[in-house]
């Protein structure tokens, strides 16, 4: 498992824990996040930045 961070805002993507509050289950892959999922805290597309690995 894997955590990535947002290069724009800085928020922490686990894999581990997922973010069942969007509906993303624990252990879910950075790779298995739809498309069009959008940065919880500043609404960045996943296609419109890079995350980088931490």
Do not use: H, R, S
Request: a negative charge; hydrophobic letters at 45%; aromatic letters at 12%.
């Amino acid at each position: 498992m894997k955590t990535w961070q947002c290069v724009v805002c800085g928020f922490i993507y686990n894999e581990a824990a997922g973010l069942p509050e969007e509906g993303i289950a624990a252990g879910t892959a950075w790779t298995d996040i739809p498309e069009d999922w959008a940065c919880p805290d500043c609404g960045v597309a996943k296609a419109d930045f890079d995350m980088i690995e931490v």
